[in-house]
Each structure stands twice: as C-alpha cells, then as structure tokens.
C-alpha cells in the first residue's frame, strides 16, 4: 500500500537561507529537528509547518532527530526573526532544543517527558541571613513581575538573588543568573555551589563541548535547575523557567553584535511575560532606560560601611600627582587600582606633519600599538603588520603616539616606582577562565600591588583590599558620539570607583578636566539618572523614543553610496519616521568594504518595525534598539 507523504515547510538553523519545503511519510510536528539534504550534504533543520503539497519538486527528510523546540521556543524565536531583522533559522539557532521526538501528534515526546529521571528537590545549605534593609528591598520585588533593584555597590545584591533561587527550587522551578561574559568568576560560581551545590551550572561560551553535554546532561535529568552564564544561558533548555535575574543589567555585552542582533536583557523581559517567570534587573548604575521603565527597589547602603574620599586632579597622563599616589600606597603595603580606558600601548599611530593616523589598509580606522608582541593591529579586521616609524601618507619619521594604555602603563609605573608587583587586567592579558582565576588568587592573595586594567575591572569582580584606585581617560569617553555618553562616562567612575573601599576607607583620584561634569553624582547616580531622564525626555531618546541603525556595505564606494540613498528615498515615505542622519559609517571601511548607515528616530515602535520591514532587503543589515555607533 503506497505511503502517504506529508509536506513541511522548515528553516535550517543557524542559517540565513530562505525556508525549503521537504517531504515525509510521516506526521511532524512544528519544532521537530530533522536532517535534510542541501546540495551534497545534511543540514539540520526544523519543522515549521505542515503545507500543501508544492507545484515543484522536493526532496526527503533525511532523518527525524531527537529533540525538539518547545511551542514557547518557537514563538521566541519568530518575535526574535522579526524585530531583531534576521531569519528564523538564525534566531531559532541561538535556543538549545529539547531532548526528545516530536512525532505521531507529540506522542513520543510525551513519553520521552516521562521517561525523564525525576531528582529530588536540590537541598540548599545555610541561607545567607539577610539585613533589616535586604529583607524590605527582597519583601518588595517578591511581588514584582520584573522590577529592577538599583543597589550600590557591596549592598549584597547577591544575597538576595540566592534566597529568591532557593525559593525557586523549593516551588519546583528553575532560574536563569545572567552576568556580563567578563563578569562570569570563579568566585560567582563558588559562592552559588556553597548553596546549592550540583545544582548549580556555569554556562558560557568557551565551556569544552564535553562540559556542555555533561550540563545539558543534567538539566534533561532534572539535576541541574540554575544555570549562571553570558547571555547564551538565556536560552539554555531548563523546565519550569521561575525566575531571570540579569546582573549587572546596565552593561552593553548584553547586546549582541552580529544577527541576530537581541538584547538579551530585553529578551528576558519578553520570554519571562511569555512563560510566566520573574525577572530581576539588577545594577549600582543602572542604565537610564531600566530606570524609567521598571519599578525601581533601593538599596543604598553598602553592606559594610567605609569611607572614600574623591579628588579630582589635571593632566591626561600618568601625571607626578598620580604616580606619587601609587607609590605612597604601595610603600603602606594597600593595594591600588588604575583604570585606563584602552589596552596595548596606545590606541593610535599619528603623524604630527600632516596630521594623520596610520590606519589599517582595509579599515578606516587608526592600528593599534601593541609593543609587547611588537606589532600594530586593527582591533577590527585583526589585520596585523611590523611597527612602522613613518608616515605613510607625507614620508614624515617619527610618528608619534596618542592615548595612554595598559602597557605603557604599566611600564612607566614599574621604571617610577621599582619593585611594585602589577597585575595587567585586560582582554591581551585576560584570555582564559583559567588566567582570570590565577590572576584573582594572586590579588586576593596580596601578591599584587597594583592593578591596570580597562573597563574588565568594572565588571563585578571582588577586590576587598583595594584602598587607591586611578581613573583615567573618562573624558574620552564624555567626548563620544553617542546620545548615552554621559551615563557611560558617570556610570564607569562610579563602577571603578566602587572596586575600592569594599572593606576598608579608600581615596579615587579622578582625572578629568571637567569634574563638574562628575561631582554632582559622586554620591548620587539616582540623581543623574532623573537629570539624564528628563534631557532624553525632551530631546526625545530612548526609552522616550526608538531608535534603528541601518548599514549597507560594498567593495565599491560609489555603489554603497547608491544603495543608501535608494534606502533613503524609500524611508521618506514613513511620516512618522524620523530620518535623523545618514551618510558615510563612522568606520568607513571595513575589511575592504565601504560603508553608509541611516539612523532613524520613531516615537512608537510600531511604525519605526513598519518602515524597517518596507525596506529590509539583501544587503542591508537592520540593528533594532543599537547601542553602538561607532
């Protein structure tokens, strides 16, 4: 008796291919996996939906693999496709599916459910106890279906989040800790097994494929019901999702950089509405948008009590003043920390004849000095070449350097200040788990004196005996631009600053030739978030408006130009649809393409969507909600 065959429209994963339609005999559900032939090789894909047989020829599903997406899933995943602007391959591609077939009307995934080993509830150990003002703050988000809880530093955020997950496994449900990739230490990992021991898992990209299917392993057991990671562990396959916590919700690594381009903060807002979880923004500086859209839980005091003292001091280099700091510190035996906003030795080459900087020969932007491995390096193309000492441009010898880096550095602290034992903290020096995990031991340890590093040394790690910390270069960053510099620039003094004094009084030199720009908040951010929320309110920002970044590239200049100004036209036609700029990209080429972006400007969010899907096409590349553009 011949079979019959049912057709199936389905998306290959992690692919930007269109959708292809493939044969079976038998019935599929949408989230199946499957193995199809594409060319001369098998490509996974999913099942999207059953439709009438084609008026063309297809091809046989290969094989029905063994896991599936869930119905949740795949509803992410197409509000992912279409506000994020990338395929539902690309967007399904980020969730890692389900154990388990979905076949024969989901039958056999319900078996599979069942079969599944059911583990007792993790038991956790010793509760931390909280505060008086802990216990008000945790009593208020309890209620909360997301809120953000706006703590300062060393307020003992964390001990709330592990009496909320306790709470989570007690309910028979799981959580989701995000942190910022560079945030994610042995000591959060530590301090959350010391609870709840096997429970708990690290998720992050450079897990061994081993650990990853030891992990995966034991959330399908049930064993493994909290999960801490970079935004990847968002998507990880836990059942009975009750809570997301994003920490350090303010930090822009949240946001990815290439399609499909999500927040994953925003992303946990939405998936938590979805399936009914909690979610927890938590931050000592949060962003400006959170602030104003979330229910907002103080806490504003610090768990142990010190005292800083601020002072501002001139100059744009390792100045007299702050090497005479450095040094009186160090000879008391206290530990130091100095912020530089750039790693390698300095950001840019220039000549100072015809004022040019050497740039990288497939980018329009300045190579990096890195003097140690004795190259230059286009920190974007990673293009590399010998150090050079003349102009390329004029034949002008020497070129000079600008903007003072980790390196140089640390290598004018070691000539001033001799003996003094430096821990360089940044993504040369930094590259592995493990180099983190020494480098933390050896700080705690006391066998540092002094830290240099870039923005990694905001990023949540503890430095309990830091009693000097140095920043620099904020005013590079107030210069930007960019409509959030301000909240960037006042956010990270706050953030470094906050590394010193966890344990004992502390002083932060702040170099800067417009303190005004910074004393009014040094002991109120709350108050430059209200300020910085009424000037975005009246110059029409985010969260008072919605922002997209278009970009078309092309080997030839002349046809990128072109392609934008079709673009261009075509948008004119969306009245409520603000063209606020377009031309060249900042970075004008790259990687031997030139570049052109639109802006656009929308005070609702759906005309800005309708406008952006008028016009998405091959070759434009849509970022939803950017946060960078440069």
Same mark, same amino acid.
């Given at each position: 008796m011949e079979q019959s065959l049912y057709f199936y429209e389905t998306a290959l994963l992690r692919s930007g291919a269109p959708e292809l339609t493939y044969h079976d005999h038998r019935v599929l559900e949408p989230g199946q996996i499957l193995l199809v032939p594409v060319k001369n090789t098998l490509k996974r894909a999913v099942v999207l939906r059953q439709t009438e047989k084609p008026d063309f020829e297809t091809a046989a599903v290969s094989e029905v693999g063994d896991e599936h997406y869930t119905p949740?899933?795949?509803?992410?995943?197409?509000?992912?496709?279409?506000?994020?602007?990338?395929?539902?391959?690309?967007?399904?591609?980020?969730?890692?599916?389900?154990? &388990?077939?979905? +076949?024969?009307?989901? !039958?056999?995934?319900?078996?599979?459910? $069942?079969?599944?080993?059911?583990?007792? /509830?993790?038991?956790?150990?010793?509760?931390?106890?909280?505060?008086?003002?802990?216990?008000?703050?945790?009593?208020?988000?309890?209620?909360?279906?997301?809120?953000?809880?706006?703590?300062v530093t060393g307020s003992g955020k964390t001990?709330?989040?592990?009496?909320?997950?306790?709470?989570?496994?007690?309910?028979?449900?799981?959580?989701?800790?995000?942190?910022?990739?560079?945030?994610?230490?042995?000591?959060?990992?530590?301090?959350?097994?010391?609870?709840?021991?096997?429970?708990?898992?690290?998720?992050?990209?450079?897990?061994?494929?081993?650990?990853?299917?030891?992990?995966?392993? &034991?959330?399908? +057991?049930?064993?493994? !019901?909290?999960?801490?990671?970079?935004? $990847?562990?968002?998507?990880?396959?836990? /059942?009975?999702?009750?809570?997301?916590?994003?920490?350090?919700?303010?930090?822009?690594?949240?946001?990815?950089?290439?399609r499909p381009r999500y927040h994953a903060r925003d992303l946990a807002l939405y998936l938590g509405r979805k399936v009914g979880a909690q979610v927890w923004l938590a931050s000592a500086t949060p962003s400006v948008t959170s602030f104003v859209k979330h229910p907002v839980i103080r806490l504003t005091e610090p768990y142990v009590r010190t005292r800083k003292e601020y002072r501002f001091v001139s100059g744009d280099t390792l100045t007299t003043p702050i090497l005479r700091a450095l040094e009186e510190n160090y000879r008391r035996g206290e530990q130091s920390l100095l912020f530089v906003p750039t790693r390698a030795n300095f950001k840019y080459l220039w000549c100072e004849e015809c004022g040019r900087t050497h740039q990288c020969p497939y980018c329009s932007v300045g190579m990096s000095l890195h003097r140690r491995r004795r190259h230059l390096r286009c920190h974007h193309c990673n293009y590399t070449e010998p150090i050079r000492d003349t102009c390329t441009h004029c034949g002008h010898s020497p070129l000079k350097s600008d903007r003072l880096?980790?390196?140089?550095?640390?290598?004018?602290?070691?000539?001033?200040?001799?003996?003094?034992?430096?821990?360089?903290?940044?993504?040369?020096?930094?590259?592995?788990?493990?180099?983190l995990e020494k480098a933390l031991k050896r700080i705690e340890k006391g066998e540092s004196d002094l830290i240099v590093g870039t923005q990694m040394l905001a990023k949540g790690h503890d430095y309990p005996n830091i009693t000097l910390s140095v920043i620099t270069g904020l005013d590079y960053l107030l210069g930007m631009g960019d409509y959030r510099a301000r909240e960037r620039a006042v956010a990270l003094l706050l953030q470094i600053a906050g590394r010193s004094g966890r344990s004992k009084d502390a002083k932060i030199l702040i170099q800067t030739a417009r303190p005004d720009d910074y004393l009014p908040y040094l002991d109120s951010y709350e108050s430059f978030l209200k300020e910085e929320a009424e000037f975005r309110r009246q110059g029409l920002y985010p969260p008072f408006a919605h922002l997209a970044r278009l970009l078309v590239a092309h080997k030839e200049t002349e046809k990128a130009a072109a392609k934008s100004s079709r673009l261009v036209e075509r948008l004119r036609a969306h009245a409520e649809v603000e063209i606020v700029g377009h031309g060249p990209a900042p970075i004008e080429r790259l990687a031997g393409k030139y570049r052109y972006t639109v802006l656009l400007r929308s005070a609702k969010r759906k005309p800005l969507l309708a406008a952006l899907h008028a016009v998405n096409e091959r070759g434009v590349e849509i970022d939803m909600d950017p946060v960078d553009f440069a």
């Open positions: 949740e899933q795949m509803g992410a995943a197409r509000f992912i496709a279409g506000y994020y602007f990338s395929s539902i391959g690309e967007a399904l591609g980020l969730f890692l599916p389900h154990r &388990g077939r979905m +076949e024969d009307g989901r !039958r056999k995934m319900e078996i599979s459910q $069942s079969d599944t080993p059911q583990s007792p /509830k993790p038991k956790t150990q010793n509760l931390p106890v909280l505060s008086e003002a802990q216990r008000r703050a945790y009593d208020a988000l309890r209620d909360k279906e997301s809120a953000l809880l706006f703590g001990e709330l989040y592990i009496t909320r997950m306790a709470e989570m496994l007690e309910q028979g449900k799981s959580a989701v800790l995000l942190m910022p990739e560079i945030a994610l230490t042995p000591q959060m990992e530590k301090r959350l097994k010391r609870y709840f021991g096997d429970a708990v898992a690290l998720w992050h990209s450079r897990l061994r494929k081993k650990k990853k299917e030891e992990i995966l392993d &034991g959330i399908h +057991e049930g064993r493994v !019901r909290i999960v801490a990671g970079a935004r $990847s562990a968002l998507f990880v396959p836990l /059942k009975d999702l009750g809570l997301v916590i994003v920490d350090e919700e303010h930090d822009d690594s949240y946001k990815a950089m290439t880096g980790t390196q140089e550095a640390i290598e004018i602290i070691q000539e001033a200040i001799p003996g003094i034992r430096i821990e360089q903290f940044d993504k040369d020096a930094i590259t592995t788990p493990g180099k």
